[in-house]
């Protein structure tokens, strides 16, 4: 324990910075987590009158209201990339902040003074504007934080996003718990929850205000000296240091030839040899796994889920629904803390997909064969299996796809191949979230069986086709996918060797000697602040 306090005090500007940036998965988690909660309070669904519709009429208003925030999310994670590129990675940071700000305050006051209908009309504007802002920040913040951060602690950092996201939806549980417990039934009940969703908006803007612009940016611009003090503040050292000055001429070769492209070029470069088109589709792969491993059907309706496990009322299934979130919290700080940098990103990814396949096929075969509402034994098997189900996401397909889609995408080619990865995240998110009350309404227990096998397909892909990216540089990792890629994912992968037996991959170190044509230089030499260990 004492070797990680001793790096939190070598990085802790590192670790502040990242903190910073996190904030905003604070907010993002916050407006994912308390929606599900708030369509089930029965004062809400009077207020705009739900509570008068079919069940397949109240599915489909409930999928709405939840998929609007997803449709602003989609489009605002599309717009980084040129807001980004142009104007920095801290000012579109910052801008975000204010449009999730201006989103939350209409959603905390929509429907007063007017109609039911003219009530969700607005309701359904202010989600989808504060989806704007948080599809921005979540597609900015694994970019800023990776480009600012030494690689050493770059997992634990990037990872922090998840750590936040959590911490954001256990927050709203909790809220969403005592509104319904402490507070009278009537509009105020549901309000509380969207007026106190501004709190962590209004604390991401005053705490990013003091952090350095991305280095990467900056030298992207011509601005070397502030991207050397960047980097010297991030790394507690002077600017004129030797590893300071390593560092910035390694970013400038990265974007030789490459400067500022426009919006357009970007999309075309990314299709300019095997190797950049894989590492610009990677990054949008692992987004799209993240969402079908089911997480945001849980996240949205989890009262409705525990409710047909034998979990009865409202209080009760939003306590139940607060201790899920406290479970995800706890588990991915434990897996930041101690895995993702010592286990590294594809071992996480095997073990997480593999118990989330596990508790979703079980739970779908109990839901499957056990069709009435009494309470069983394996009643309790199944919502500790929920829970299960979340410490395996947190291991692995939670935190870890934002480390590896920020760490695999291309130097000049970031900002535009993580905004199509969040656009696509937040797309499918959109999806899944309307269809989830539909699916949960027609075909019940299959819905858990669709996600067990999707978290068993993804698994395979981390296992056979995912090189590690633990302890390379961002510079180096273009040479993980050079050539022998699968080759080079088994070695890394548990027991691989039965399947390639003693051949080895080209390492490297020599695949980085033959493109600069200098002597071999290993792979994980430190050379700068973004590759001590």
């Not at 409930?62 to 717009?79: K, R, Y």
């Not at 969703?197 to 705490?207: A, D, E, N, R």
């Not at 230089?521 to 602040?529: D, E, Q």
Request: aromatic fraction near 12%.
């Amino acid at each position: 324990m004492s070797r990680y306090l001793d790096e939190i005090l070598q990085y802790r500007n590192a670790y502040t910075l990242a903190l910073s940036a996190s904030m905003g998965s604070i907010f993002y988690g916050w407006d994912v987590g308390l929606i599900g909660g708030v369509l089930s309070m029965s004062s809400f669904q009077s207020y705009f009158g739900l509570d008068t519709k079919t069940a397949s009429q109240r599915a489909d208003l409930s999928g709405n209201i939840v998929s609007v925030l997803q449709a602003g999310c989609f489009f605002g994670a599309l717009s980084t990339d040129y807001l980004s590129s142009r104007f920095g990675r801290k000012p579109s940071l910052l801008a975000s902040g204010v449009i999730y700000l201006i989103g939350s305050l209409i959603q905390s006051i929509a429907g007063i003074g007017s109609s039911q209908d003219t009530g969700l009309s607005v309701l359904y504007f202010s989600r989808f504007l504060g989806g704007w802002g948080v599809g921005m920040v979540s597609a900015l913040v694994p970019s800023y934080v990776s480009e600012c951060t030494p690689r050493s602690i770059r997992g634990r950092c990037t990872g922090l996003m998840q750590l936040a996201n959590n911490i954001g939806i256990m927050h709203s549980f909790w809220i969403n718990y005592g509104s319904q417990r402490d507070i009278t039934p009537g509009e105020m009940q549901w309000r509380i929850p969207f007026i106190l969703q501004m709190i962590p908006g209004i604390l991401f803007l005053l705490t990013v205000c003091f952090q350095p612009e991305s280095p990467r940016w900056l030298v992207e611009h011509g601005k070397e000296e502030a991207a050397a003090k960047a980097l010297a503040f991030v790394g507690r050292t002077s600017p004129e240091d030797g590893d300071i000055l390593r560092t910035i001429e390694e970013i400038k070769a990265s974007f030789v030839g490459k400067e500022d492209p426009p919006l357009l070029k970007q999309f075309l470069a990314m299709g300019e040899s095997r190797v950049i088109a894989l590492r610009c589709f990677i990054p949008s792969l692992v987004m799209f796994f993240q969402q079908w491993t089911g997480t945001n059907a849980i996240n949205y309706f989890s009262p409705q889920i525990f409710a047909s496990l034998g979990i009865s009322g409202e209080t009760s299934g939003l306590f139940a629904t607060g201790i899920y979130g406290v479970v995800k919290v706890v588990s991915v700080g434990l897996v930041l803390i101690f895995a993702v940098e010592s286990l590294g990103r594809k071992k996480c990814l095997i073990i997480g997909g593999l118990g989330q396949a596990a508790m979703m096929l079980w739970i779908g075969g109990y839901s499957g064969i056990h069709r009435s509402t009494d309470i069983v034994p394996a009643s309790y098997v199944s919502i500790i299996a929920v829970y299960f189900y979340a410490v395996f996401y947190c291991v692995g397909w939670g935190p870890l796809p934002w480390v590896i889609a920020a760490e695999v995408a291309p130097n000049h080619l970031r900002t535009a191949s993580l905004a199509i990865a969040i656009g696509i995240n937040w797309l499918f998110s959109f999806i899944i979230s309307k269809l989830t009350p539909i699916m949960l309404n027609n075909m019940t227990y299959g819905t858990f069986l669709l996600f067990g096998f999707c978290c068993v397909v993804m698994t395979l892909w981390a296992y056979f086709l995912l090189p590690e990216t633990k302890g390379y540089a961002l510079e180096e990792i273009r040479y993980l996918f050079e050539n022998d890629v699968i080759l080079r994912a088994l070695v890394d992968a548990p027991c691989g060797r039965i399947f390639i037996g003693s051949r080895c991959p080209v390492s490297v170190g020599e695949l980085r000697s033959k493109v600069e044509g200098t002597e071999k230089i290993p792979a994980k030499t430190p050379v700068s602040i973004d590759s001590r260990d």
